[in-house]
T-cell receptor, first 113, second 115 residues
Framework: KNEVEQSPQNLTAQEGEFITINCSYSVGISALHWLQQHPGGGIVSLFMLSSGKKKHGRLIATINIQEKHSSLHITASHPRDSAVYICAVRRYYSGGGADGLTFGKGTHLIIQP | DAGVTQSPTHLIKTRGQQVTLRCSPKSGHDTVSWYQQALGQGPQFIFQYYEEEERQRGNFPDRFSGHQFPNYSSELNVNALLLGDSALYLC??????????????FGEGSRLTVL
């Protein structure tokens, strides 16, 4: 079982719909990142969360540390939101040492006009 | 302010060759991480550099090595290339490693094709 699981893997929706992408993880973390990747490869960091909720424009990210679950919501979706959305966690090490991210496989989102 | 820059953007090599990829972090960032992303997959952590030392390593063989320079830029070297090394190689920078790390900034990646 992967340490970071995302659902759904693929999502097609109509413009204007409310979108939810889910991420569950099985390890202790110090932070969770939501990333956006467009065709061609470049990755943009959308949110970094360690607790609660963050909002940026039409994007909202929430995290429940106890349940080891996070969601990314997109309100009033638009075709330009079409991209791969990736959840990644920064694992917690008691010594506070350096660590890399563990990534989910991504959710491929298509918003149709 | 330039973000994370990577070079080259695309390159083609043959099996057995060696390749060097380069990354300049965002201004003010001292920590550089490298990731491999195979087609259709999520990125996989290769290693992280901080204070010119490899601080942590993912599950990659010794053929993958790196370096960080005093100006915080970094190189990823892959020796004895295999067909399976074909992937997008991403560099990410941040302020400090570990729990003190802030937002991550990614480069556009270097797409390596091994023939």
């Amino acid at each position: 079982k992967n340490e970071v699981e995302q659902s759904p893997q693929n999502l097609t929706a109509q413009e204007g719909e409310f979108i939810t992408i889910n991420c569950s993880y099985s390890v202790g973390i110090s932070a969770l990142h939501w990333l956006q990747q467009h065709p061609g490869g470049g990755i943009v960091s959308l949110f970094m969360l360690s607790s609660g909720k963050k909002k940026h424009g039409r994007l909202i990210a929430t995290i429940n540390i106890q349940e080891k679950h996070s969601s990314l919501h997109i309100t009033a979706s638009h075709p330009r939101d079409s991209a791969v959305y990736i959840c990644a966690v920064r694992r917690y090490y008691s010594g506070g040492g350096a660590d890399g991210l563990t990534f989910g496989k991504g959710t491929h989102l298509i918003i149709q006009p | 302010d330039a973000g994370v820059t990577q070079s080259p953007t695309h390159l083609i090599k043959t099996r057995g060759q060696q390749v060097t990829l380069r990354c300049s972090p965002k201004s003010g960032h001292d920590t550089v991480s490298w990731y491999q992303q195979a087609l259709g997959q999520g990125p996989q952590f290769i290693f992280q550099y901080y204070e010119e030392e490899e601080r942590q390593r993912g599950n990659f063989p010794d053929r993958f090595s790196g370096h960080q320079f005093p100006n915080y830029s970094s190189e990823l070297n892959v020796n004895a290339l295999l067909l399976g090394d074909s992937a997008l190689y991403l560099c990410a920078s941040s302020e400090s490693p570990g729990h003190r790390a802030g937002e991550l900034f990614f480069g556009e990646g270097s797409r390596l094709t091994v023939l």
